[in-house]
């Protein structure tokens, strides 16, 4: 890389790369005159469970998507490769009876993923949503990396999502932790005779808002509202002054629909790394489906 007139290119002390699909492999080029490189991977968010049907009897709301674990690594430039490969995790996809595992992000000296040996960093040890919906990435130890013994680590297990509303009692909601994403909120169900619960929120922090779950609906062939999708505070990453710290969150519930002919409330979407919002309780035929789980992100800057 060249340097004209030994002046430093700004733009390549902080970079922000987005998921690009299971095979979308991204090259990092290091900057010249660097001391240490900050790495912040977050991976993709579990998808939320769609609600349930069959009006003759109780149906729930689904269960809304856990979130990806975060990984903080400060490594001295010396220690890694001028060229790194990226692969950001996607966010799972949108469920019916089960929501989609998001996948992990990865640093790798080579763009390969099948020995640990290329692996020189990734967002966690385990995926959001790997055996069911609620369940939240793991984060990272010493272990799981090469470069242990020359980095600082900080590394946090994702939020369980909220758990899907049964018959006609309220959806789990969530409540924002100490780190920057969430889980996903639960769906309403319904009970045998029609009546139908509460839709999980994602609770509001500090200066960050309420996000309300889905409506319900009780029209014949009427259709429940979707829930709330997720909060970003960086919709993108451009432009040095940002009013908020960072912070995402994961979808709000589907509300549901208590006529035989009714459709269930769709889960709200998350953002990065989030989960999505659980489904709606249904009829007879069409229960909502649940958001769909945040993409992942790779943040580097360099000092």
Same mark, same amino acid.
């Given at each position: 890389m060249i340097d004209f007139f030994n002046i430093n290119d700004n733009t390549l002390r902080n970079q922000v790369f987005y998921s690009n699909g299971s095979s979308g492999w991204q090259i990092w080029n290091k900057p010249s005159n660097c001391n240490l490189i900050n790495f912040y991977l977050i991976g993709g968010g579990a998808g939320g469970q769609g609600g349930q049907i069959n009006a003759a009897s109780t149906r729930n709301g689904g269960a809304g998507g856990g979130s990806s674990s975060i990984t903080y690594i400060t490594v001295p430039s010396f220690a890694i490769p001028d060229t790194l490969y990226l692969l950001v995790g996607s966010g799972g996809a949108s469920g019916g009876v089960q929501g989609g595992a998001g996948s992990l992000s990865? !640093?790798?000296? /080579?763009?390969?993923?099948? @020995?640990p040996y290329n692996i020189l960093? &990734?967002?966690? @040890?385990? !995926?959001?949503g790997a @055996? !069911?919906?609620?369940?939240a990435g793991l984060g990272i130890t010493s272990s799981d990396i090469i470069l242990s013994v020359a980095v600082f /680590? @900080?590394?946090y297990d994702g939020q369980t999502g909220g758990a899907g509303g049964v018959s006609s009692g309220t959806a789990g909601p969530i409540t924002p932790l100490n780190i920057p994403i969430t889980a996903g909120a639960g769906g309403a169900g319904c009970s045998s005779v029609g009546t139908p619960g509460t839709s999980g929120v994602i609770l509001g922090v500090l200066d960050f808002p309420l996000l309300s779950g889905g409506i319900n609906n009780a029209s014949a062939g009427g259709t429940a509202g979707s829930g709330n999708n997720g909060y970003s505070t960086r919709e993108n990453f451009i432009g040095p002054n940002f009013k908020y710290p960072l912070f995402f969150t994961g979808g709000a519930g589907g509300g549901a629909a208590s006529a035989t002919t009714g459709i269930g409330g769709k889960g709200g979407d998350a953002q990065y790394g989030c989960g999505g919002g659980g489904g709606g309780?249904? =009829? *007879?035929t069409t229960a909502g489906i649940g =958001? &769909?789980?945040?993409? =992942?992100? /790779?943040? /580097?800057? !360099? *000092?």
């Open positions: 990865y !640093v790798c000296s /080579i763009p390969d993923i099948t @020995s960093m &990734k967002s966690g @040890s385990a !995926v959001a @055996s !069911v919906t609620t369940t /680590i @900080s590394s309780a249904g =009829g *007879n =958001g &769909k789980g945040g993409d =992942g992100l /790779i943040i /580097i800057t !360099v *000092n």
